[in-house]
């Protein structure tokens, strides 16, 4: 069913090992708590050498495919197509083709075709730090940070459509149901904190994106893999975590018991369930999840000096520094990967970058919500001395196109065929640049990046041979980048 596992890690080749019958019985014996600290033990047995099986080990910590330059991975994504040519690529030849028509680019690659006139930038584009990046009046936050980042300029994706392309900057690929990132990072190197999750998503308080949950799926990967999503609308960011004070502790022991019989007897019925096993882990990390999650989000904790870093109490960002900073806290504890997600699902008002109707308008309602806490995150993990072995990972599905959408509009369409992102912190040059696009950001005029070339990076940075991250699947030994990938070294220390 799978391919050869590695002597030295089992885990990166094939599907991880099931839960055996006999572990299932031995884990289950005393409920959740049981549960938690049987897993416990054999964790610490095994890491001591004198037993244990793989299967109990599935979420700790293993050995990458060689020395890593980061230990963890902090990624922001801006739903909606932040436009490139009004953020971080200034492109002078806008401003002299203002109100003229495109010419000698082909066919319209927005989403809705219309045809419209160059527009320039509404913003005014300044040189900053020592490295002299070009940012826009748009992010004056994240213009005080450019020495400390690498914008990559010629991105390509494949799709000028929101989910598709969303779906293939989160998994590789533009049909839903395939892992995304965080949990193929879960399946290969596992947690550094049996309490906390391995991944972590935190959606903008405003709603989910578009596709929802298939972003943070485990797809075929095995269930544990998946994203643990937090509520970031209120003070509980986990739902049911804990048990309602109107249940009696009694009655809780009771409940307890009565599903230990019962999972005894599943087990017993189905010996090698991977499902149910998955599911069992879960409510491992659920049980210890309910004394580690309040003291990983207490905010509260944080001094005045850092909730003012991030603009914590300011309404302009819509409850988006909240996670940012949560985000730095759970780095801190061990969580792996923490995906924070800028901007909601389409409708109207526009909760996102997608800005059609009125870019200045749009992205000057959701700048105001990102780049204070953004910047904010990458100095606290800068002055902390995490950003030594943290992969900081900004990006967004595609970029905004140079012409307006429609003759007289204010607004830009979709634009796959080059954007910006851009990478900090472990093993990434400082104050860099890589790639470019053309005079007015329409095309990549040099060294393109497509999605698979960005993960296999992501990857190559966490020590792992995004060729050799594999999980068999209906015939094929399937990887995040898929039969892609080329690492960007022109980019690494």
């Known amino acids: 069913m799978s391919a050869d596992p590695s002597p030295s890690n089992p ?67 801006c739903c909606g197509g932040v436009s490139h040519i009004d953020s971080f690529d200034y492109k002078p030849a806008l401003e002299r083709l203002d109100g003229k028509t495109l010419e000698g680019k082909g066919e319209n690659l927005g989403f809705f075709g219309q045809p419209g006139r160059v527009m320039k930038s509404p913003y005014e584009f300044r040189q900053h730090g020592q490295s002299g990046a070009w940012v826009s009046s748009l992010l004056p936050h994240l213009a005080g940070c450019v020495d400390d980042l690498c914008f990559i300029h010629s991105m390509f994706a494949k799709s000028n459509n929101h989910t598709p392309a969303t779906f293939q900057m989160n998994s590789g690929f533009t049909l839903n149901g395939f892992p995304c990132m965080g949990a193929w990072l879960s399946y290969g190197l596992g947690t550094e904190n049996e309490n906390l999750p391995a991944f972590v998503v935190l959606p903008d308080p405003r709603g989910l994106i ?82 580690s999650i309040p003291e990983a989000t207490n905010l509260d904790a944080e001094s005045e000096a850092t909730r003012r870093l991030y603009g914590v109490d300011k309404e302009a960002n819509k409850g988006f520094a909240r996670n940012c900073l949560m985000a730095r ?35 000057d309602t959701q700048a105001a919500t990102m780049d204070q806490p953004v910047a904010a995150l990458v100095q606290d993990l800068k002055q902390r001395g995490m950003l030594e072995d943290t992969l900081f990972v900004w990006s967004t599905e595609f970029g905004r196109g140079p012409a307006t959408q429609g003759i007289g509009s204010t607004g830009r369409d979709h634009h796959p065929t080059a954007f910006t992102c851009f990478l900090a912190g472990a093993g990434i040059r400082k104050g860099f640049r890589y790639g470019s696009s053309d005079e007015v950001g329409y095309f990549v005029a040099e060294n393109q990046v497509t999605i698979p070339d960005f993960h296999a990076t992501i990857l190559h940075l966490l020590g792992i041979d995004h060729e050799k991250l594999t999980f068999y699947h209906n015939g094929i030994n399937r990887r995040l980048t898929d039969v892609h990938g080329e690492v960007l070294h022109g980019i690494l220390t």
């Open 210 to 291: 578009a596709g929802g949950s298939i972003n943070w799926t485990s797809g075929f990967l095995p269930a544990n893999h998946q994203g643990v999503p937090f509520r970031t609308q209120g003070r509980e960011p986990i739902a049911d975590l804990n048990t309602p004070e109107s249940v009696p502790a009694a009655a809780r022991s009771a409940d307890l018991h009565f599903l230990d019989t019962m999972n005894r007897e599943f087990a017993e019925a189905h010996p090698g369930d991977s499902a149910f096993a998955a599911r069992l882990r879960s409510y491992e990390l659920a049980a210890r999840m309910q004394v």
């Open 329 to 363: 806290r759970l780095l801190e504890r061990g969580v792996r990967f923490v995906q924070i997600f800028n901007g909601g699902a389409f409708g109207s008002p526009r909760i996102n970058w997608d800005g059609h109707e009125n870019l200045k308008e749009n992205h």
């Open 11 to 77: 885990w990166i080749h094939g599907p991880a090992p099931v839960l055996s019958r006999r572990h299932f019985l031995s884990n289950t014996a005393g409920g959740l708590g049981g549960v938690a600290l049987a897993w416990l033990l054999h964790r610490d047995q095994a890491r001591a050498g004198t037993g244990g099986e793989p299967g109990v080990l599935q979420r700790s910590a293993r050995a990458p495919h060689f020395a890593p330059k980061a230990k963890r991975v902090v990624q922001v994504f």
